[in-house]
T-cell receptor, first 116, second 111 residues
Framework: DGGITQSPKYLFRKEGQNVTLSCEQN?????MYWYRQDPGQGLRLIYY???????QKGDIAEGYSVSREKKESFPLTVTSAQKNPTAFYLC???????????????FGDGTRLSIL | SQQGEEDPQALSIQEGENATMNCSYK?????LQWYRQNSGRGLVHLIL?????REKHSGRLRVTLDTSKKSSSLLITASRAADTASYFC???????????FGKGITLSVRP
């Protein structure tokens, strides 16, 4: 079955440490997204990529970095510069038309990041 | 800034009743989408309505869009306990076609 796989499901970060969240999709989608979800605040866009080797900052990119070396993969690194990283992180993808058109986004099941 | 704002924030109904959830947005949209999220899981797309459409149906779901009032509503008919989840509206706007989510509505359906 096609879908989006996020790993790990739970992640703990020590102070000063960078951690990387994995997102892999086998839907052959061009566009991929990272969102952060905090209780009562809905989803906020961190970064998005519409094509391999290209990505743009979203609304809350500070303290995060991404890469898009393969179409299937869009890892997110939470750096030590992100002072409040505790949240639920969701990865999504859509067809190339979806980023600029009328196609929905497909989501993974998220990674919950906590501070040790 | 929040584009979609849902109302109410929480809704509790009996199984078999209808559930109506509302969403308001601030600027012109390309389309409006509704998603469902079960606890601890990712979002699942439910239905999309384009800016030139007024009503759309999908199974027990009915979505309306009023661009003059910048609002949308999601109706779930004959609700089931399995409909218990959080529901989000998301507005697709602008030249970059960014999807902006509301804060969500928590729906509880009592068996």
């Amino acid at each position: 079955d096609g879908g989006i796989t996020q790993s790990p499901k739970y992640l703990f970060r020590k102070e000063g440490q960078n951690v990387t969240l994995s997102c892999e999709q086998n839907l052959n989608h061009d566009a991929m997204y990272w969102y952060r979800q905090d209780p009562g605040q809905g989803l906020r866009l961190i970064y998005y990529s519409q094509i391999v080797n290209d990505f743009q900052k979203g609304d809350i990119a500070e303290g995060y970095s991404v890469s898009r070396e393969k179409k299937e993969s869009f890892p997110l690194t939470v750096t030590s510069a992100q002072k409040n990283p505790t949240a639920f992180y969701l990865c999504a993808s859509s067809t190339g038309q979806g980023a600029r058109g009328n196609q929905p986004q497909h989501f993974g099941d998220g990674t919950r990041l906590s501070i040790l | 800034s929040q584009q979609g704002e849902e109302d109410p924030q929480a809704l509790s109904i009996q199984e078999g009743e209808n559930a109506t959830m509302n969403c308001s947005y601030k600027t012109s949209i390309n389309n409006l989408q509704w998603y469902r999220q079960n606890s601890g899981r990712g979002l699942v797309h439910l239905i999309l309505i384009r800016s030139n459409e007024r009503e759309k149906h999908s199974g027990r779901l009915r979505v309306t869009l009023d661009t003059s009032k910048k609002s949308s509503s999601l109706l779930i008919t004959a609700s089931r306990a399995a409909d218990t989840a959080s529901y989000f509206c998301a507005a697709l706007t602008g030249a970059n076609s960014k999807l902006t989510f509301g804060k969500g509505i928590t729906l509880s359906v009592r068996p």
